[in-house]
């Protein structure tokens, strides 16, 4: 299914450092070097830790979307804790093996990808949604405050086969600002994703990796019973990739900039959806 080249990413006034937008295939074309046009090139990428058992299925426990509850507050690293402890070591979550290939979220470098993560976010059908168009500068001031931050959002380059073809924030919901705007629970992880070539989208690329990170998430946090994202109401590719994830739809909630979807993976339904 055809994702739209930004999936789910909040207003950067509206989120804590880290929000993205999901979008299931979405734009971001790029055309590498005497490659097909939208692919990328190969990157070596050093393993990581795989998953023993990686699994094509992501799973939510469901809870009610009704809006009125309080949300969570927000949580502070313990002296000494690492960075990125509050998404339990997401480095070393290794690889999951999908349908379309071997799959993992490798933590952004900002001398190392801003380049390329720049020009994905000026493709128009990316910008349309992310609102990161503009010199490289403009995207390394969304990048440095996750990177510089506590560990609660984690900005990643999705490798596909060992090439880089897609961005993702994975990120602590219940300690972000979209905690205001809907009954947030502890532990809920947020993704926002952007697929960077058009090679990779309108083939249910988006949608197949969209499955495989949330489970990845609920794979590795334990204490996580949901997996959620905000894409825009209008970002109706995006939308339907998260359907077609697993995702239910929960409500339609106001955010500062935009009206987006409440879309929610249930651990409780995990092997259902």
Known sequence: MTVSAAMGKEPADARAPGDEKPGDEKPGDEKPG??????????DVTP??????????GDVRSGEEATGERPATGE?????????????????????????GV?????????RDLARIGRWMNDPAVAAFWNLAGPDDVTAGHLRPQLDGDGR????????????MSYWEIYRADLDPLARHYPARPHDTGIHLLVGGVANRGRGVGTTLLRAVA??????RPRCGRVVAEPDLRNTPSVSAFLGAGFRFGAEIDLPDKRAALMVRDRAYRELL
């Open 34 to 43: 005497g490659g097909t046009p939208g692919a990328e090139s190969t990157w």
């Open 48 to 57: 990581g830790r795989r998953t023993a058992d990686s699994r094509t299925a």
């Open 76 to 100: 502070r690293p313990a002296a000494g804790r690492p960075a990125g402890d509050l998404l339990d070591a997401l480095p070393g979550w290794g690889a999951a093996t999908t349908p379309v």
């Open 103 to 111: 799959f993992r979220l490798v933590p952004v470098v900002l001398e």
């Open 153 to 164: 959002s984690v900005p990643c380059l999705g490798v596909l086969d060992g090439t880089p």
């Open 215 to 220: 489970d990845l998430i609920l794979d590795h």
